[in-house]
């Protein structure tokens, strides 16, 4: 079977990447040729564990190719994945420039029935675009082609994406004829051996899909961070809260950590859209409100307890972070906490110097010398006034503290994802600020 995914980000890449280890004939398509050129040497754009051997096993075995020109293509492939970017307008509704000028393309090049599936995150509604756009193209040739459109949304975490994708816990495909539905079947098979997890929908439920399970984890998280600053009030610790509730088959454990602020690439653009999507149909979503001001609120609360500890003014203060992506596996700091929290410290006079395994790089192509940058998570903490925990990744866990305390002028902890025990903290005679827990 012979497709193309057009984008080479990150859904578009994983998702290319994986078909192609199951046996699918895989180009990917991208027109920033310079990236393409560097996919063809082995340089992928994204980092993400177990990805880049794997382009590279295929790449060598021809199941996987990289080209600019989807023009080119058109004539073998009988399914095309859209995974080119919706960011978000100043509005942020989702910008659809992409995804329409691939819909573009295809009208102006097919020669015969294709299958072109929307894998990118889009408002409800796309597919009727992306169908429209593609006849106009066809009318204007003066052709009869037919193709069917489909909606395929991702639900890769970041981290941890070539797993999800191959050992998925459901596939959501959108279709609306039968000949879509056969080929999307024919795709994912492969995936479905040992237990079958494919739903199929039509295409405006498919859509909301996406949009509705990200908002609905990014409730969870906004509400056990409410409910933190909550407990830090009452005398109530979070951690013990969490386990109760969690322990209730209705509610589950999972997502019910609290901390300083979601980000990424998802939660906060999806929110945003479904917002939107609600304010444009006359229907105001007033929970996502909520849960938008609380995230965008509890990216602020370390730098409040800084400022409660030293003052507002941090002028010759030295600031250890620990954590720059806005979660561990990745290197992606789009709507991280800490860009949020530098931001914040830099302007009260404070010098930061971070730390992250993976995501350096793009914290100095993103906000370049604001911080100073250590070469390893000890070297941080040379002549700090504190450690400031902001993402959770494992080497952070159970550090040397002898190590710590020697580094740090004081023996200062703020935890934004609660990783260390605030009696063990105690114990080692640490001023321990977590989240959701009574502050010593």
């Not at 393309?105 to 020669?111: S, V």
Request: charged share 25%.
């Amino acid at each position: 079977m012979n497709i193309a995914i057009v984008g080479t980000g990150y859904v578009g890449l994983v998702t290319g990447t994986c078909f192609a280890e199951m046996g699918v004939n895989v180009t990917c398509v991208d027109v920033v040729e310079e990236k393409i050129e560097n996919l063809k040497k082995g340089i992928i754009p994204i980092y993400e564990p177990g990805l880049e051997d794997m382009v590279h096993r295929n790449f060598q075995a021809g199941r996987l190719s990289f080209t600019t020109a989807l023009s080119e293509v058109l004539d073998e492939v009988e399914v095309v994945f859209s995974a080119v970017g919706t960011p978000p307008d100043e509005d942020g509704s989702a910008d659809l420039k992409y995804v329409l000028e691939v819909a573009r393309t295809i009208g102006r090049g097919i020669n015969k029935y294709i299958l072109v599936v929307t894998k990118s995150t889009v408002p409800v509604g796309t597919a009727r675009k992306v169908k429209a756009v593609i006849q106009e193209e066809l009318d204007k040739r003066g052709v009869e082609v037919g193709f069917d459109v489909a909606s395929n949304p991702e639900f890769l975490k970041e981290g941890n994406a070539v797993d999800d994708f191959m050992k998925p816990d459901r596939v959501v495909v959108g279709v609306e004829s039968e000949q879509a539905r056969r080929l999307m079947e024919k795709l994912y098979k492969p995936f479905m051996m040992n237990n079958y997890r494919l739903i199929f929908t039509d295409i405006p439920s498919a859509e909301m899909i996406k949009y509705a399970a990200n908002s609905m984890l990014a409730t969870r998280i906004s509400f056990m961070n409410d409910i933190a600053n909550l407990c830090e009030l009452v005398g109530a610790d979070v951690n013990m809260v969490r386990k109760g509730i969690g322990a209730d088959s209705r509610i589950g454990s999972k997502f019910l950590y609290p901390g300083c602020g979601y980000g990424g690439s998802c939660f906060p653009k999806d929110v945003k859209a479904l917002i939107r999507t609600g304010d444009d149909h006359g229907h105001s979503l007033e929970l996502l409100k909520a849960v938008e001001r609380v995230n965008e609120n509890q990216k602020s609360v370390l730098f409040r307890k800084i400022t409660s500890h030293f003052g507002p003014n941090l002028t010759g203060k030295r600031f250890a972070m620990w954590g720059l992506s806005f979660k561990p596996g990745t290197d992606d700091l789009r709507e991280a906490p800490s860009l949020v929290l530098i931001d914040k410290l830099v302007g009260a006079g404070a010098v930061v110097r971070g730390f992250d395994p993976v995501a350096m790089e793009e914290c100095k192509r993103r906000i370049g010398d604001r911080i100073e940058y250590a070469d390893n998570m000890y070297d941080a903490l040379t002549d700090a006034d504190a450690l400031i925990v902001v993402t959770e990744w494992a080497e952070f866990k159970i550090p040397k503290f002898t190590f710590i305390e020697k580094a740090l002028k004081h023996k200062i902890i703020f935890d934004g994802r609660n990783i260390y025990s605030p009696e063990q903290m105690k114990e080692f005679g640490y001023m321990y600020y977590g989240i959701g827990r009574k502050d010593n």
